[in-house]
């Protein structure tokens, strides 16, 4: 693991998600960029001394000196956004798979070389947009393709936040320093921390793409460098409109990512507060509940309960969703290393394509709010 | 009543709503502009057949002669938009009180001349937003008003219907044939017909007005010829953005007009489907769930209590908002007939300028989904 | 209306409901045992002063003496319990039939003398249990009968209300006081007041009869007379066991009616608070929201359509519920006042017999309550 | 671990749990009484072959001669219920802390004398109420505790669930058909299972004991041997009357736990389907949501927030609460080897005394349902 030291957020959730299936395990990391806390990090977490590495540049030198059966099979990166790409590059070419945080990189350019690398490699590259991890979005994404809506009409997908309703910044909220400054975030704030990943999740469930949209981004709260707020129209390949809002200035808001999914014949609503439930509407019928891991006749995809831990009726949540990108990576990795095909259920992660999408959509935004055009084109 | 025959949905729920409360009595009307229809629906509804006409100039006329005090006291227009503003105009012409659906007229231009009669006759016009009448509502727009959330700083309204998610309009639905059809509606559909709805509740709620926008409308169902989709970006006079997106094939969903406010400190959620629940969210505190006819301790604001007929927990619905619209514009009219001053809680409802704003709003979105320019400046 | 003055609580409701439809008309009353009050309140409601009556027994006299079409169709009793009998004995013996609110009298005796005097005269007598005239409710009762679930298995009904959680009948609570006090109010008091509401939910929507019971009736406000908390065990004529909850000292609760129906295949639940949802559960497929006053193809109940004012996503409540229990009741009247044979949508509206079964619940429960032994019988 | 073969279902879910945060390592087990099956399990979960044990027997005498670092901290005990006391004790006595899944053991005998060796010995005894470990639950206990409630009047808990509407044990279904044969559960089935965890709940939140009760117990599906629903009236050590309900016959229900609690001043509302929110009502204030992870000021507890993984609006579920309990018997555990005190929070398990509690209700509602009497008195 690079990053994630015991002053970082996602880091422990890296580990808790990775730990859950007892497929994975934490051998070795450089968890900071400063090493006291990277020592003592380890320490904490019981990595032995000699895997306890300083930089990802020594740590990737030295797995690779170990004994294959002995050294890391891949390499997590939670740093700040500026920080993905270089310890990216460094581990593909040095043979180790990789895992990284959303957005996978600093600009749209270091996505593509990354990519060109993950495919002159034919290394993986798992990105952890940990909400298609949930079940029933998966489900969705299913019945999305199955057809059961007809032709998809409309999508509004809406990620309020409140966190950054002050300027916490300031007030020594080291989360809130790095990702709204625009040297370590990118070019953009709540769309690029927030936007991607509703963005991903709208293009994951309704299989379409993004091919023109029209943004307005905001800095409501004073003081601060990059967009807090911001909301875009768009229009997916298929002709569909749809709407995009992020925001993190959006007070008394948790984590409230929401879809909802229109077409001929009914639509879908579903909301991270409740992942396991998917809300289906139908034109003719009554409104349908399906909900996670439980024994219906034909209703849940198999792609659902493949990514169900427990029984209907015993809630599983964001740590299990994150847990599920890690063992699908893991089992697609183990099945290659075993030279087995993985199956479907198996592939189904967000890999470097999405990552490359999603640096497409900060800079879309971007170029979009800076426009007096209404519609600029989503160029990859 | 002009219009409202039995062939058609929204007279019934007028006659329910303004009978509510014993206020008001249903007297005369010209029920429809076929005749046999007319007088068959007046006879149903126990109309005397000396004031069961054939015409709303038939029922001026014939009404301006009766003895003051036998007289209709005002004058409610339910026909298609089309046909507001000539028996508008007429009845304020000859001393009638008017009470109109929304949206107000055809055009904006007639919106303005009737403003002026409006303002030359001193009578009174009733538009009926229905949704300004729930009592939430204007608990919302009291804690807004009193700065309980601090500055607003985003607004997201939507409005998703499924019902012209086929081409009734064909199918024999009469009121589908008439709200899909310019010549009768106007320029719009979805965004006359319930656009207009959200973007008077932003308003209404948050007190500020739209100052420029940036409309996506959407024939979704082919072989339409009005916007039966549409999304928009808003600007509001204190600088905040916002959302407005209102759509008649969201297919599944049924009447589900929600906004969501929030400001410095806090927000608030309130949606038509449980109107009796004002949702109020607070950065640093735990979200409150306000509920209408609830005796708490000084958190009900007297307009929120004035519009309630009913303790806590006996749900008051969309007819009860109907009948509030009502029972404020009688009491507001009995107290100008008795030569008294209207309380500030009754004069609470929905008047000519607010109509305008409507049929400019219309204007507006249908201007800027036609220009390639981002924003378009909101003008009455 | 004898009863129902200005000081009252209910009379109001029972006025709105009574004429939401333009089928029936306030004409004459007796609304107050003090003559002040009785005449101020009937200037109030715009009574005639020849119909502003001091007594019900003044009033049935003087109404029988006017001409057949003159008098009043029948009279509407809203007195507290303890004078329910004798207006309604009078009414009937005079030939008018009558509206009661619940519980229907203050002895089991006395709802048998009712009974037989119904049976009698043939006229109509109507207990207004209002939660029955729910459109979702009547849809609940028509999928248990057509046997949607199978054989019932369980039933949870509870009724949790916090208005008693003081001792608000010394500070001056006109309804708490006659609630609280056994002379007004009867054997029994939160389970005769919303016991009664819940037994009768259970039955109705069930179609079974409690055959026996297992009270726990408790006085939880120290210095009160009356049970204000209560729960029972319950089995029913098919064998089915079931609960019922009441209680007035459930601090923060409104007036939360909900029932749970378990059925071999599925269940239901109902909730007074959401009205307009039915939530239908089922062992084999997903949970199905059935929703009032929608066009779904072939779900909706004629019971349930037939008792809508509204489309779907048009929130329909309390006052409706109540309006349908008059409306039905009055449609059945003018079917039998014309000859015709009332249809069985309009037959369904609580009757005299309905009322017997609550004033035997609640003998039953305050029985079982003072017994040591488990089970009490529930006899008629 | 004894018993979570691959075949079971417990045995993972206490894996996964245990394993989440790093504390506990997986080291050895006797995963199955079928030898095969036995050692297949622990090949898969990557035990060791030397300790991949076929007895708890054997895997109890190896573990203790092997060096003191090198032996299990502690034994989970997972196997049906008949079949948890002989483990138990034999660890005991030779020295292992103990886990045991609830019911506890199998009779209060076993319980009474497990009781007696945790206190003997001083080791720990941790039972697996799984509902304990939200954090939402620990902050209403806390809530309670705090008396921000006044006294409790109130307590309903009801558990509901489906899976055993049809004669499952029939069809092939394992756990069905250990659970509902008396030789293997016990003396109950439904109230052994489930009620045990409500019995709990409700004692946990409350802070208080239950002193009689009267219980209903019903063997819904005929051909079972044990009760497949019951309901329960009881009386609390302060007076307070409740009920709780559990019914593993309620079709179409997942795991509908859910617990309601009202006091003087007011309530609070916990339902295990959405565990991250804790509703609270207020006899004079709008209803508060709390919810897990927030930063509020002022308003969680410490037990609250040392059970939260995550911020706000990130769901923990079922896992996480599992998780918790281990993870306070793990820091007690360490806490004790280290010579530190643990604290309150860490110590916040159940343990041997709530065991005996779970036995004492089980016995209690047997003999109550089996007598005339009302009541039964809950002896201990």
Redesign the interface.
């Known amino acids: 693991m690079v990053g994630g030291g015991n002053d970082a ?1 996602i880091g ?2 890296h ?2 998600a990775a ?4 497929l994975i395990e ?1 051998s070795c990391g450089a968890l900071s960029i400063n090493p006291e806390i990277a020592v003592a990090s380890g320490k904490l ?2 990595l032995p001394d000699d895997r306890n590495y300083l930089t990802y540049d020594e740590m990737i030198k030295k797995e690779k000196a170990l004994p294959e059966d002995k050294r890391m099979d891949f390499m997590t990166i939670v740093t700040p956004n500026f920080a993905h790409f270089a310890p990216a590059m460094m581990a593909l070419d040095n043979g180790f798979n990789v895992v990284i945080e959303k957005p996978m990189t600093f600009t749209l350019q270091e996505a593509k070389e990354l990519k060109k690398k993950v495919d002159d490699t034919g290394l993986l590259l798992c990105l952890t947009h940990t909400y298609s991890g949930y079940p029933m979005v998966k489900q969705a994404r299913q019945m999305v393709k199955n057809g059961d ?1 007809g032709k998809v ?2 999508i ?1 997908v ?1 990620y ?4 950054l ?2 300027l916490s910044e300031r007030e020594g909220n080291a989360q809130a320093a790095w990702r709204t400054d625009p040297k370590k975030s990118g070019k953009s704030g709540s769309m690029g921390d927030i936007g991607t990943h509703a963005s991903h999740l709208a293009e994951y469930i309704s299989g379409l793409k993004i091919t023109k949209l ?1 943004a ?1 981004l ?1 800095i ?1 709260v004073e003081g601060r460098a990059l967009d807090d ?1 911001g ?1 875009v ?1 768009l229009r997916f390949d298929n002709g569909a ?3 995009l ?1 992020a ?1 993190q ?8 990512l929401k879809i ?1 999914l ?6 879908l609503e579903w909301a ?5 439930t998917l809300i ?12 996670a891991g ?1 024994n ?2 034909s ?1 849940l995809s198999g792609f659902a309960t493949h990514n169900c ?12 969703a994150f847990g599920n990108i890690y063992r699908n990576f893991a089992l697609t990795l183990s099945a290659r290393m075993e030279g087995d095909e993985p199956t479907k259920e198996m592939l189904d992660f967000p890999q470097v394509d999405e990552g490359i999408r999603g640096m497409a959509f900060i800079d879309t935004v971007v170029t979009s709010n800076q ?5 600029t084109e989503f160029v990859v």
Request: proline fraction near 7%; glycine fraction near 12%.
């Open positions: 957020f422990a959730i580990r808790i730990n859950m299936d007892g934490f977490l019981f809506f009409r409309k509004v809406e309020p936040q409140g966190w309703s002050r029209c307005d905001n409501v707020d909301s129209l409109p749809g709407v809002i925001s200035i959006a007070a008394g808001e948790e984590n409230a909802k229109y077409g001929e014949k009914g639509g991270q507060h409740e992942p396991n289906v509407k139908w034109l003719d019928h009554p409104t349908q509940i399906l909900r439980v219906y006749t209703h831990r427990t029984p209907g009726g015993h809630p599983e949540g964001y740590l299990e426009s007096d055009k209404k519609w």
